[in-house]
């Protein structure tokens, strides 16, 4: 069964400087692999989404993410984090002809002013 | 057009209740799934309903079932609720199956279900 890990619990950066959140995935083919983002009380949002083509995919809010199959990531960037990008980021693999969404343990962004 | 809506917000049970849970959909939406947010376990995908019917399933015992009705509205009920029950539990639609090439899926903002 595929999995997601997000080895970073927390992390914080300060305003205006770049972000990178890690993820890497494991299965055996290329899966959907997503990047949601989830604000205290608040529903997830989905950032970007990549299944194939261009493995550098441009989401909302300024947010890239790259598709690295010798690595198995997929890592989340941006270049200027604003105060508004503090919160929950998660990443998830979707994989099978079965509906099967595993999400990663979430990254926590702190933006210091 | 309004979003996902997820009612109640907040709700406390004790152990061995039921509780259901309702969403409606974004308007036009036909999908509808339900996942389970705890800080031990993560997200979990529960269920996927499209048309009124179960069309996928996560890995959760039979205590957890659900229903989607004709507008697409959908309910999800937990029988004989234990502490470990206690979780923020999202609602998601989509205009297809989202099972079908993972369509993109909207979130509702959650219901905090506490069990005592």
């Known amino acids: 069964a595929q999995s997601v890990t997000q080895p970073d619990i927390h992390i914080t950066v300060s305003e205006g400087a770049s972000l990178e959140l890690r993820c890497n995935y494991s299965?055996?083919?290329?899966?959907?692999l997503f990047w949601y983002v989830q604000s205290p009380g608040q529903g997830l949002q989905l950032l970007l989404k990549y299944f194939s083509g261009d493995t550098l995919v441009q989401g909302i809010k300024g947010f890239e993410a790259e598709f690295k199959r010798s690595q198995s990531s997929f890592n989340l960037r941006k270049p200027s984090v604003h105060w508004s990008d503090a919160a929950e980021y998660f990443c998830a693999v979707g994989a099978g002809l079965r509906f099967d969404m595993r999400f990663g343990a979430g990254t926590r962004l702190t933006v210091k002013p | 057009k309004a979003g996902v809506t997820q009612t109640p917000r907040y709700l406390i049970k004790t152990r061995g209740q039921q509780v259901t849970l309702s969403c409606s959909p974004i308007s036009g939406h036909r999908s509808v799934s339900w996942y389970q947010q705890t800080p031990g376990q993560g997200l979990q995908f529960l269920f996927e309903y499209f048309s009124e019917t179960q069309r996928n399933k996560g890995n959760f015992p039979g205590r957890f079932s659900g229903r989607q009705f004709s507008n697409s509205r959908s309910e999800m009920n937990v029988s004989t609720l234990e502490l470990g029950d206690s979780a923020l539990y999202l609602c998601a639609s989509s205009q297809g199956l989202a099972g079908a090439n993972y369509n993109e899926q909207f979130f509702g903002p959650g219901t905090r279900l506490t069990v005592l």
């Open positions: 299965y055996g083919a290329t899966p959907y």
